[in-house]
């Protein structure tokens, strides 16, 4: 794993953890800078992996 | 991270897998676009969005949700000898590889049927089913392909859109025989058939039915609950125990008089006691 994992900038949306609860229908795709441009509508059915990550 | 992740993606998206990633530090959209070009990265990359109610304990981090949209995982992540891994929910301590896991959920993709064939006239509206991509721009084609002037087009068309059109429909009268008493899996059939037919009839029906289930939760939050115990009281009045249904319908029109099932509750309160 290539931490580090403690940093994090900022945290995004909500932090409520209610983990567990979430669906797919929580995932706000915001706006698509690279790949396909997929709703969450597109992504049912669907294996989903949603990642966060940093540049540095 | 990210080559793996690339090559993860490119080996499964054929399956089922799709990779949305959000980055985290503010970076520019042409400097993700730079960094995850150099990487090989072909998946969906995307800023301003990301993941309602997440708690992110650091990056990277990796929720993983099966194709019936639930959480699997709030932990995937790369192992040290550079195979991913997950932590299950219930078990937040154990990782465990991700790889098996994954086709295993592809297993639960549910594929909709195209019939015996043949198909050597249909070939992409085949690769676009096994995909489940455009599922409604399928039906409509195929609709359109049953009265083609090629004879064997046509033929081919019948026979896919018998078999695609029946299994959508099968799916939607499912939804609409369950919705009275178990509404939140009738959504979630109605939500993924809106989905998958989009732009066709059957895609519009279950979209109008959807909507309206969504509109009376609003209305009446209350009603799932309701109408389980109605059923109750009925079970008891059908089985010569009336007492017992008269206190339970009592109890619905207390608690939940703004629902259907009170109004229903009150109509065999006032039955019971007319007898």
Redesign the interface.
Request: aromatic share 12%.
């Given at each position: 794993m290539p931490s580090p994992r403690a940093l994090l900038p900022f945290i995004i949306l909500a932090t409520s953890g209610l983990a567990n609860a979430m669906t797919l229908d929580d995932l706000v795709p915001g706006k698509t800078v690279l790949g396909p441009n997929l709703s969450v509508a597109d992504m049912k059915g669907k294996v989903v992996l949603v990642e966060f990550w940093g540049t540095h | 991270?990210?080559p793996s992740?690339a090559g993860?993606y490119k080996k499964?998206e054929k399956?089922?897998?799709?990779?949305?990633?959000?980055?985290?530090?503010?970076?520019s959209?042409t400097?993700?676009?730079d960094?995850?070009?150099a990487a090989g990265?072909?998946?969906?990359?995307?800023?301003?969005?990301?993941?309602?109610?997440?708690?992110?304990?650091?990056?990277?981090?990796?929720?993983?949700?099966?194709?019936d949209?639930?959480?699997v995982s709030?932990d995937?992540?790369?192992?040290?000898n550079g195979q991913f891994a997950f932590s299950p929910?219930n078990d937040p301590s154990h990782g465990t590889l991700l790889e098996p896991k994954?086709k295993a959920?592809?297993q639960e993709?549910?594929s909709m049927p195209i019939g015996p064939g043949p198909y050597t006239k249909l070939a992409q509206l085949v690769a676009q089913v096994k995909a489940?991509k455009d599922l409604g721009t399928v039906l409509s084609t195929l609709r359109a392909k049953q009265d083609s002037a090629d004879a064997d087009e046509a033929k081919e068309a019948k026979m896919m859109f018998a078999a695609l059109n029946g299994a959508a429909q099968k799916e939607l009268d499912q939804a609409l025989k369950i919705k009275a008493y178990n509404s939140a899996n009738a959504l979630r059939i109605l939500?993924?058939l809106?989905?998958?037919f989009?732009g066709d009839a059957i895609g519009e029906k279950a979209k109008a039915e959807a909507d309206a289930i969504k509109q009376k939760q609003a209305a009446q939050p209350n009603e799932p609950q309701a109408h389980r115990m109605l059923q109750q009281a009925k079970n008891y009045q059908a089985n010569g125990m009336p007492d017992q249904a008269k206190n339970l319908f009592t109890e619905i029109v207390a608690k939940y008089g703004e629902t259907d099932s009170a109004k229903e509750a009150k109509a065999k309160l006032e039955e019971l006691n007319n007898k």
């Open positions: - | 991270m990210f992740l993860l499964y399956d089922g897998l799709h990779i949305i990633g959000f980055e985290c530090q503010g970076s959209a400097a993700i676009g960094y995850a070009k990265a072909t998946f969906q990359l995307a800023i301003k969005g990301g993941l309602r109610g997440a708690k992110i304990s650091g990056i990277p981090q990796g929720f993983l949700f099966g194709p949209g639930q959480l709030n995937v992540f790369l192992s040290t929910l994954l959920l592809f993709i549910t489940n939500d993924k809106a989905a998958q989009a």
